[in-house]
C-alpha cells in the first residue's frame, strides 16, 4: 500500500509544496495553501521505468472526427460547432446562473436524437434532477441518471454498459477517488477525479462535460491546472437578478476562444437570443446625453453595444471613477489622453462607466465609444442619433485602426444605423451604405461634437 505524506496544495494555481507558507510562491497568493495527504508515487514512477510507445508520424492518415451538434444553436457556437468526440470541456459560474439548466436541456435533445447521455449528480438526488427535468418539459428524454460522487464507480459504470456519447459531471468538486486520502473539494481530489474522468474520454471517444463552481474572485473553485488538462472551458456570465445570460469560451482547442452564446432565462429554461445586438440597444434613449453604441467583436460574432457614462461635478477631494463592465486602467488612460491632448478637464467631476445589458467588454477597440459618451457627457449634448464608434485610443491621442472592420459595420448596417465613426487608417470597409466618418486623432471627435453643441447653442 502507497504511504501517504503531508504536502501543502495551492488551491489557486494547483502548486504543491513540502512545508506551510503565507503565501504560494506560484501564483503570490495569500493564505492559500492547504494541507493534504499525498500518496507515494507510483514504483514506474520512482525507477524511470515504463513501457515503449509506438511513434506515428504527422504525415499520416486520420479520420475526421464528426461533432455532435447539440441543437442549442447559442452552445455549438460557443464550443465551434459542437462537441468533439473525446473532448472534455469544463463549464463554470456562479450558483443559479444556470449550468445545470443548460446542460439538461443539452443531454435532453441529444437523447432525442438517439444519443447515449448520462448524467451524473452529486449534489442532488435523482428524484431532485427529474423534479428540473419536469419543470424544463424534458421527462420524455431518455437520459440516463445516476447520483454518484466516487469516480471509480462512476467509470466503472460507464465501462460496463454500451458506448457513451456524453457524459455530464455535476460537479467536479463534489467527485472524490480513493486514490487520494484527502477531502472531496480539496486540489488534490479535483485534480486526481480529473485526470481519470479525461483518460476515460480520450480512451472511450465520449465527450465529458465537468461542472465546475465559481469562487467569489469570479474563478473556477479548485486547482487551476484542471483549465488546463481539459479542451475547453466555458464560463457562464450575467447577473442572477437579471434574465439574460452570457456563455463564453476562454479556452477551446477545437474552436475560436473568446466567443459567447447569449440566453434568456424563463420558466422553460434557457432561451436562446437569436439577434444579441437588438438586446444590448434595443432600450436605449439617443436623446440623453453620455450614452453612445460600441461596434465590437466577441469571437467571430459583431455585437452592438450601448456604453453609457456619466460626468458629475463632485464634492470630494478626489473624484470617483466606476466602471462596470469595462477595465478602470483603460478608463483611466482615456481620461488622461483626454486632459493631455484634447484640453477636456475630468479632474472636479465624478465619472461612472457603464456597459449596458451586463455584457463585459474587453477589446481596445471599444476606446473610441467610451471617449464619445465622456465627451457626450461632459458637453451636456447626445451623440449623433444612429451612429456607431469603434476605434483603439492610443497614449498620443492617435485613433489607431482595429481588425474586422467590414463585419462591424455590416452589423451596423444591418441593425438599421446610418453613420460610422472609425479611425482614418482602415481600409477594409466592404459594401455597406453608411455615411463614413474616418477620424484620425481623438481631438477630431472633441471637435465634431463640439460643433454639435455650438449648433443646438445656437438653434
Not at 207 to 226: E, F, S
Not at 320 to 334: C, E, F, K, N, Q
Not at 337 to 349: E, K, P, S, T, Y
Amino acid at each position: 500500500m502507497a504511504k501517504s505524506r503531508a504536502q501543502y496544495a495551492c488551491t489557486n494555481c494547483g502548486a504543491v509544496t513540502s512545508r506551510w507558507q503565507g503565501r504560494c510562491d506560484s501564483c503570490g497568493g495569500w493564505n492559500t495553501l492547504q494541507e493534504e495527504q499525498a500518496a507515494d508515487a507510483p514504483k514506474s514512477m520512482r525507477t524511470g521505468k515504463g513501457r515503449i510507445l509506438e511513434l506515428s508520424a504527422l504525415s499520416g492518415d486520420s479520420e475526421p472526427l464528426e461533432r455532435i451538434l447539440t441543437g442549442i444553436d447559442e452552445l455549438d457556437r460557443v464550443t465551434g460547432g459542437g462537441f468533439v468526440p473525446g473532448s472534455a470541456l469544463l463549464v463554470g459560474g456562479d450558483p443559479g446562473i444556470g449550468k445545470s439548466t443548460l446542460l439538461i436541456q443539452a443531454a435532453a435533445t441529444l437523447a432525442r436524437q438517439g444519443k447515449r447521455v448520462v448524467y451524473v449528480s452529486g449534489e442532488e438526488a435523482i428524484d431532485q434532477v427529474r423534479m428540473r427535468a419536469d419543470r424544463l418539459a424534458l421527462k420524455d428524454a431518455d437520459v440516463l441518471l445516476a447520483a454518484e460522487t466516487n469516480v471509480e464507480d462512476i467509470l466503472a459504470t460507464l465501462k460496463s454498459g454500451p458506448p457513451t456519447d456524453l457524459v455530464i459531471i455535476d460537479s467536479i468538486q463534489t467527485i472524490w477517488t480513493d486514490r487520494a486520502e484527502s477531502a472531496p473539494g480539496t486540489v488534490t481530489q479535483v485534480r486526481t477525479s480529473a485526470q481519470a474522468l479525461i483518460r476515460y474520454a480520450k480512451a472511450s471517444g465520449s465527450t465529458v462535460v465537468l461542472v465546475g463552481h465559481v469562487t467569489k474572485d469570479g474563478q473556477i473553485a479548485g486547482p487551476r491546472v484542471v483549465e488546463h488538462m481539459v479542451d475547453a472551458v466555458l464560463y457562464f456570465e450575467g447577473d442572477t437578478g437579471l434574465q439574460f445570460r452570457l456563455l463564453r469560451a476562454v479556452k477551446n482547442r477545437f474552436g475560436p476562444a473568446a466567443e459567447i452564446g447569449v440566453f434568456e432565462m424563463t420558466g422553460k429554461g434557457l432561451a436562446e437570443v437569436a439577434n444579441p445586438s437588438d438586446l444590448f440597444i434595443g432600450e436605449r434613449d439617443s436623446s440623453s446625453p453620455g450614452t453612445a453604441i460600441f461596434a465590437g467583436m466577441e469571437g467571430t460574432r459583431p455585437l452592438l453595444v450601448e456604453v453609457q457614462a456619466l460626468v458629475a461635478e463632485t464634492s470630494l477631494g478626489t473624484p470617483r471613477r466606476a466602471v462596470v463592465g469595462w477595465d478602470p486602467s483603460r478608463l483611466a488612460m482615456i481620461l488622461a489622453v483626454l486632459d493631455a491632448r484634447c484640453g477636456v478637464r475630468f479632474g472636479q467631476f465624478d465619472v461612472y462607466l457603464n456597459v449596458a445589458g451586463g455584457l463585459r467588454l474587453g477589446e481596445p477597440a471599444a476606446d473610441l465609444a467610451v471617449a464619445a459618451a465622456l465627451i457626450s457627457s461632459r458637453a451636456g449634448v447626445a451623440t449623433p442619433a444612429e451612429t456607431v464608434y469603434f476605434g483603439e485610443v492610443s497614449l498620443s491621442g492617435a485613433v489607431r485602426p482595429v481588425a474586422q472592420t467590414a463585419i462591424r459595420l455590416r452589423e451596423a448596417d444591418k441593425l438599421g444605423f446610418a453613420r460610422a465613426v472609425l479611425p482614418a487608417g482602415g481600409n477594409d470597409e466592404g459594401q455597406v451604405t453608411l455615411s463614413l466618418d474616418k477620424i484620425a486623432t481623438l481631438g477630431d471627435l472633441v471637435a465634431a461634437i463640439a460643433a454639435e453643441t455650438a449648433g443646438k447653442a445656437s438653434s
